[in-house]
């Protein structure tokens, strides 16, 4: 009679088990292989859990065969018992979680963010993200507690631990202050609605989509392709600016300082007549007005509207480009220009004499006999000769 609790039993039986576990990892590959002809999801599906699938049937196969033909007597068939449990806990954990995952992702699927009206979508898709990565989390804390609690040291230590919750609980949320509050501000994030992904935002003065949102940071798509990671309690406890919080549309301004000779109704013209040619627009609004007359300078400001924020910064930038053309081509009196005035004045010596004249009287200036006195110091002085000077005292 053959012996199964033997060391050549065992061996029989592992190769039993392995055969008997690749047929149903064979048969199983067939089913969803099919399957995934007609469904998407089911390709999806054999792509993702098909590695820790096979590990679990393989280790549950080959555990099934060690309890029933292992060797007794040998004192090794409880740890060889504990080492295959802890081997199942662990594939078992590992499926879950991808079983998890794929299940949301396929929910993900279902909300499209790349059509005009997406606001449902990314919501929706923020808040099954978040949902995801915390189920990944719990059942992974709940396998790893389960395989602690395999070992009879650690089951004391935790009932030990349960009789002092309270304290654990304080020491370990004073521990984990900062780790914990971005974890709820994650989660308050995804079910508030306060920003989404593919969310327009400007947060630390810098413009951007949010790409990613987790359970402890949101990830900031800017502009430049740079990323700017922020913690998830930033969004929750500091200012900013969500361009798409409830729709996409937005309205920009284009503005030109111009000289007074401007036309704004042919810049109205003109306007109508850009926006008429370019499909940026969405036809919602179109405004051109003077909004400021000083300085020298007329304030013309135009605004257009589009359907999202890159769309619109694209806009004003060809409003722009237009309108610089047209004021070269058909209005140059209307680009602005900087007036100077001259006045020549007297030097400054001669002005400031002649102010003194003007407003001081002096011995000889200001007056008529000042004048006169003035006269007889600068007349001529007549010279008489000597023969005149003789004929005189002789007289």
């Known amino acids: 009679m053959f012996e199964w609790k033997s060391w050549f039993g065992l061996g029989v039986a592992v190769v039993i ?40 049937v393989y280790v549950v196969g080959v555990w099934i065969a060690g309890a029933f033909a292992f060797p007794a007597g040998t004192g090794l068939d409880g740890s060889v018992h504990h080492l295959f449990l802890i081997v199942t806990i662990a594939a078992s954990t590992w499926f879950l979680v991808t079983f998890v995952s794929f299940s949301l992702g396929l929910a993900t699927s279902r909300y499209r963010v790349d059509v005009a009206d997406n606001k449902l ?37 935790g009932a030990s631990v349960l009789a002092s919750a309270g304290v654990v609980s304080i020491v370990a949320g004073l521990a984990a202050q900062s780790t914990l509050s971005n974890v709820f501000a994650g989660v308050q ?41 922020l913690p998830s309690t930033y969004f929750t406890t500091t200012p900013f600016e969500n361009w798409t919080r409830h729709s996409s ?49 007329v ?12 769309t619109l ?31 020549e004045e007297q030097p400054r010596a001669r002005r400031k004499a002649s102010d003194q004249r003007a407003d001081t009287g002096g011995l000889f200036t200001g007056n008529p006999e000042a004048e006169e006195r003035a006269s007889q110091f600068t007349a001529a002085v007549p010279i008489q000769r000597p023969e005149a000077q003789d004929a005189g005292e002789k007289d």
Request: hydrophobic share 55%; glycine share 4%; proline share 3%.
């Open 299 to 310: 304030h013309v400001r135009i605004l257009v509207t589009a359907v999202d924020a890159p």
């Open 313 to 343: 910064f694209d806009l004003r930038c060809f409003v722009r480009e237009e309108m610089v053309e047209w004021l070269h081509e058909k209005d140059p009196a209307a680009i602005p220009r900087t007036r100077i005035q001259t006045v």
């Open 189 to 229: 994030l995804a079910f508030s609605g306060a920003i989404r992904v593919d969310d327009v935002v400007i947060a630390e003065e810098e413009w951007g989509r949010i790409e990613e949102i987790t359970l402890t940071y949101v990830v900031v798509h800017i502009w430049d392709d740079r990323r700017l990671v």
């Open 249 to 297: 549309e937005l309205l920009g301004s284009v503005d030109f300082d111009l000289d007074w000779r401007v036309s704004p109704s042919l810049m109205r013209e003109k306007l109508e007549e850009i926006l008429g040619r370019t499909p940026l627009w969405d036809k919602r609004a179109s405004v051109l007005q003077v909004t400021d007359a000083v300085g020298g300078f």
């Open 17 to 56: 088990a392995l055969v008997a576990a690749t047929l149903v990892v064979i048969v199983t590959s067939l089913i969803f292989r099919a399957a995934a002809r007609r469904e998407e999801w089911a390709r999806g599906l054999v792509s993702q859990a098909r590695h820790p699938f096979r590990l679990l």
């Open 121 to 157: 979508a990314r919501r929706a898709q923020t808040q099954i993200l978040i949902v995801r990565r915390l189920a990944a989390v719990i059942i992974a804390i709940i396998g790893l507690a389960a395989i602690l609690l395999t070992f009879p040291g650690v089951q004391a230590v």
